[in-house]
């Protein structure tokens, strides 16, 4: 990235990254092949051992996906990037590349929950131990620090409540201990928050969210200085979680259109925050962007906005819940979330069906909640949709 200019992030969004082939394509070129060829014997040594610049093999190398991550780590203001096959194979290199066994983990527990049961299933069995404290109690992780504590991950803001991180407070808190801080960053994308600026260490995205933002391809990417993400790299060379060039291709062309995107389903999901606030078959709304949020302060310094992701709990509880998204005709009823096209989840009964009851009444996720994914849609169409459900309370 070093001969880019200071271009602004609409620029970059468009622009960082393009690589022309001899060709002298207008848009970005898709490169569907897993190895590469050499001029002679001498250059194919010198491109193993890295001492020249260039493609070898696409388990870790690609035109494609290099553009990608050039692209990514422009928008989120970081040194380098490091693309993988998913979100989740981006946090698991993350933990491999900078832990190891009897290393500690202190991470918030309102994590995606794949996240949580890899920590708890997963790297627990190599020895990698993780404590889990409330998103948003500072001293909750101070307390939680042992000596071989190693890392803070954190996700803010949370599925499906949208509670707040501070990311430069706990950022303070990690590095008067030489603790690093991971960021997951899917929810804001670096239109609305950039956590490198603020203090974190590296930054790891599900692509498949927002950044594709069509619920097309899966992906993930770390990004973050080269001195960190090195190791990330060196993880992926080796145990292969490579992000295919065809989705690849797909996310340079989704992070175009990445900015637009965000504000306008954020500006949707704000006015149909404020509809459900004002609605009285409706109990409680979560959303960062209204100013009953119990952190708003918090959301307004740290994020452009207040983004697309709207929890309510409806007056009632399971069959209330259900009988909303039971009515709609135009949410789709998945957990997917970021893309164009709104949904509408249940958490209770699904991406939080694992849990125990306890621990999700814990967690403050309640029968009668319900997550909304907000998308393009006229807002009008996505209120009356959710008043034929609402209306029957
Ligand atoms: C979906 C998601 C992930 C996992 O990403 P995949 O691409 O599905 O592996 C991680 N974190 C958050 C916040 C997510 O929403």
Redesign the pocket.
Known sequence: MADLPDYRPETLAVRAGQERSQFNEHSEALYLTSSFVFDNAAQAARRFSGEEEGNVYSRFSNPTVTMFEERLAALEGAEDCVAFA??????MATVMAHLKAGDHIVASSG??G??VQLCNNILSRTGITTTFVSQTDPAAWEAAIRPETRLFFL?TPS?PLTEIADIGLLAQIAHRRDILVAV?N??CTPILQRPLELGADLV?H????YLDGQGRV???AVCGPRKLTEEVFKFLRTAGPTLSAFNAWVLVKGLETLRIRIEAQSANAARLAAWLEAHPKVARVFYPGLPSHPQYELARRQQKSGGGIVSFEVKGSRDQAWQVVDSCRLLSITAN??DVKTTITHPASTTHGRISPEARAAAGIGDGLLRIAVGLEAVEDLSADLERGLSLI
Request: with cysteine.
């Open positions: 998913s979100g989740m194979a981006a946090i994590l995606f794949a996240t996700e599925n997951d899917c929810f790891v599900s692509a498949t969210k899966l992906g993930g979330l970021g």
